[in-house]
């Protein structure tokens, strides 16, 4: 299985549906073939800002971005029934997916799950700096790619077993 979707979600407030910016990065037999990142307008353009300080978006950088339902079909394709990997994935990103699915009444598609904390059991940036991967912490492409080049080393690490 060489071919999967990174993805890493931030959201506007503690609520899994509030998703605001979604980075995604898909590798196909085992080479990174498309990025995609972007802001979404959460609910209401509701923030928190408690989680405005942890990644820097605002309902100001989100007024005129579309919302979760409107760009679902544009995304969903990486998605639904693939491989998806995400640090702290069955913690966080899986449910804010399920969750948000389900605010926007929006059909859910299975997909199979890896989560890079699961098979490396560490933080996020510890990994990136041990496997000197570039990383800029709360952003959402950032993060999915980071995923992905971790996923990839674990890959390569099985094949050598």
Request: charged share 20%; hydrophobic share 40%; proline share 3%.
């Amino acid at each position: 299985m060489k071919s999967f979707t990174a993805i890493d979600f931030e959201t506007a407030h503690g609520k899994r549906w509030s998703i605001c910016q979604i980075g995604l990065v898909r590798v196909k037999n085992g080479i990174i073939t498309q990025k995609l990142s972007g802001l979404i307008q959460p609910p209401d353009n509701y923030y928190r800002d408690k989680f405005s300080n942890i990644h820097g978006i605002t309902s100001e950088q989100t007024a005129d971005a579309q919302a979760f339902d409107e760009i679902w079909e544009q995304i969903g394709v990486f998605i639904r029934f693939q491989h998806i990997v995400a640090h702290n994935g069955f913690a966080f990103n899986f449910p804010c997916l399920r969750q948000t699915l389900k605010y926007y009444n929006l059909a859910f598609f299975p997909f199979v799950g890896h989560c890079t904390h699961r098979i490396f059991g560490n933080d996020l940036a510890s990994l990136c700096k041990q496997y000197n991967i570039p990383f800029n912490h709360h952003d959402a492409l950032s993060n999915a790619m980071a995923c992905a080049e971790l996923f990839l080393i674990h890959l390569k690490n099985k094949e050598r077993l």
